[in-house]
């Protein structure tokens, strides 16, 4: 057999060693693996992201649902303490009839009094309410 046809490469100073090409294809298969689990945690570093937006507007939408129930709370308790000042509209209808009675009563004892001093009895007595008043004086003093 001649040099030439031998299928087998005799190793030349110019070759590299044969290791080298396994050590390649495992430093190929590593750098690959690193830049997907570099590509992994960039997505999951936007996720993060995105799930903090996330928290940060439920965290908004409780402190808004929080002071509004505060407000509802302090409207309520107004609602409540009006509903217990202001008697009910039957009370108020009871009251309003009451008072219309006293007036006219009073307006009846008025024009009693005025129809009374106007009598001649009461203008002929007047002088005996005049020394009564005048002796009730002298004798508390």
């Given at each position: 057999m001649s040099e030439s046809a031998s299928t087998e490469?005799?190793?030349t100073?110019?070759?590299?060693?044969?290791?080298?090409?396994?050590?390649?294809?495992?430093?190929?298969d590593a750098l690959r693996q690193r830049d997907d689990a570099s590509r992994?945690?960039?997505?999951?570093?936007?996720?993060?992201?995105?799930?903090?937006?996330?928290?940060?507007?439920?965290?908004?939408v409780a402190a808004n649902a929080a002071r509004e129930r505060d407000d509802y709370g302090m409207r309520?308790?107004?609602?409540?303490?009006?509903?217990?000042v202001i008697p009910d509209q039957s009370r108020v209808d009871e009251l309003a009839a009451e008072l219309a009675e006293v007036r006219q009563r009073l307006s009846d004892l008025e024009a009693e009094?005025?129809?009374?001093?106007g009598t001649l009895s009461w203008r002929v007595t007047a002088p005996l309410r005049s020394l009564r008043t005048r002796v009730s004086g002298r004798n508390s003093g």
């Open positions: 490469h005799e190793p100073a110019d070759d590299p060693p044969q290791g080298l090409h396994e050590g390649d294809a495992a430093l190929d992994a945690a960039a997505e999951l570093q936007t996720r993060v992201q995105a799930l903090v937006v996330q928290l940060d507007h439920q965290r908004s309520l308790i107004d609602a409540e303490h009006r509903a217990a009094l005025r129809f009374t001093h």
